[in-house]
C-alpha cells in the first residue's frame, strides 16, 4: 500500500513538473540511504542522468513563468510529463521491469501495468495544470504565471518528498489537487458563461 502511494505521488509531481520526481528519486538514491532504487532502475542515479535532469529542469523552470510560452511548454510536456510520471511510478513502487529488448516478456508478465499507472495520473495532473493556466493568464494579465508556476514547482517537491518520507501524506497532497481541478472547471464555467452572456447583450 505505502509503494503504492509513494508511486502515485511521484506520479502525480510528474503532472506538475516532469523533471522535479526523478531528480529527487536520483539525488536521495545517489547521496544518502532514504531511497534504494530497485534494480533496472539505477540508471535515475547516475551522474550524467543527474545532470541532464538538472539542465531540463532549469529550461522548464523559465519557460513556464513567461506568458504564452508557458502554453507552448505545456504542449510539448503533454507527451514528456506522463513519461516521467510512468518512470516515476516503476521506479517509485520498486517494480522492476524486464529489458526493453524483449518487449513480449515485457507485456506479457505485467510488469508494465504500474508504469502505465503511471503515466495516466500524470497525464491528468498535466491535463488540470493545462488547463488551469490559460485561466490563470487571462484573470491577471498574465502576471499570475510566475506565481502559479512557483507553486506548482513548489507543490511538486513537496509532493516528491512526501511520496519518498511520507507516503501517508501523499492523500492530503492528492485531495489538494482535486480540489484545484474542481476550481479550475469552476473557473471556466464562469469565464465562458460571461463570454456567452457578453455576445448575447452585443447581439440583443
Same mark, same amino acid.
Given at each position: 500500500?505505502?509503494?503504492?502511494?509513494?508511486?502515485?505521488?511521484?506520479?502525480?509531481?510528474?503532472?506538475?513538473?516532469?523533471?522535479?520526481?526523478?531528480?529527487?528519486?536520483?539525488?536521495?538514491?545517489?547521496?544518502?540511504?532514504?531511497?534504494?532504487?530497485?534494480?533496472?532502475?539505477?540508471?535515475?542515479?547516475?551522474?550524467?542522468?543527474?545532470?541532464?535532469?538538472?539542465?531540463?529542469?532549469?529550461?522548464? &523552470?523559465? /519557460?513556464?513563468?513567461? +506568458? !504564452? $510560452?508557458?502554453?507552448?511548454?505545456?504542449?510539448?510536456?503533454?507527451? @514528456?510529463?506522463? #513519461? %516521467?510520471?510512468?518512470?516515476?511510478?516503476?521506479?517509485?513502487?520498486?517494480?522492476?521491469?524486464?529489458?526493453?529488448?524483449?518487449?513480449?516478456?515485457?507485456?506479457?508478465?505485467?510488469?508494465?501495468?504500474?508504469?502505465?499507472?503511471?503515466?495516466?495520473?500524470?497525464?491528468?495532473?498535466?491535463? &488540470?495544470? /493545462?488547463?488551469?493556466? +490559460? !485561466? $490563470?493568464?487571462?484573470?491577471?494579465?498574465?502576471?499570475?504565471?510566475? @506565481?502559479?508556476? #512557483? %507553486?506548482?514547482?513548489?507543490?511538486?517537491?513537496?509532493?516528491?518528498?512526501?511520496?519518498?518520507?511520507?507516503?501517508?501524506?501523499?492523500?492530503?497532497?492528492?485531495?489538494?489537487?482535486?480540489?484545484?481541478?474542481?476550481?479550475?472547471?469552476?473557473?471556466?464555467?464562469?469565464?465562458?458563461?460571461? &463570454?456567452?452572456?457578453?455576445?448575447?447583450?452585443?447581439?440583443?
Amino acid at each position: 500500500m505505502l509503494e503504492a502511494l509513494t508511486g502515485t505521488g511521484l506520479a502525480a509531481s510528474a503532472g506538475l513538473n516532469a523533471y522535479i520526481p526523478l531528480l529527487t528519486m536520483g539525488v536521495l538514491a545517489r547521496y544518502t540511504d532514504t531511497i534504494d532504487l530497485p534494480i533496472g532502475w539505477d540508471w535515475l542515479s547516475n551522474g550524467w542522468t543527474l545532470l541532464i535532469l538538472a539542465l531540463l529542469l532549469a529550461i522548464e &523552470v523559465v /519557460a513556464d513563468k513567461v +506568458p !504564452v $510560452v508557458d502554453h507552448v511548454n505545456d504542449v510539448v510536456q503533454t507527451v @514528456v510529463r506522463p #513519461t %516521467a510520471g510512468g518512470l516515476a511510478f516503476g521506479a517509485g513502487s520498486s517494480s522492476e521491469t524486464v529489458t526493453v529488448s524483449d518487449p513480449g516478456s515485457f507485456f506479457g508478465s505485467h510488469q508494465w501495468v504500474p508504469i502505465a499507472v503511471g503515466v495516466v495520473i500524470a497525464l491528468v495532473v498535466h491535463g &488540470v495544470k /493545462a488547463s488551469s493556466r +490559460p !485561466v $490563470v493568464n487571462a484573470t491577471t494579465a498574465g502576471f499570475g504565471a510566475p @506565481v502559479a508556476s #512557483t %507553486a506548482e514547482d513548489i507543490g511538486s517537491v513537496v509532493m516528491s518528498v512526501l511520496a519518498i518520507l511520507l507516503p501517508v501524506l501523499v492523500l492530503v497532497g492528492l485531495l489538494v489537487m482535486v480540489l484545484a481541478g474542481v476550481w479550475v472547471v469552476r473557473r471556466r464555467r464562469r469565464k465562458k458563461a460571461l &463570454v456567452s452572456s457578453g455576445s448575447a447583450r452585443l447581439g440583443g
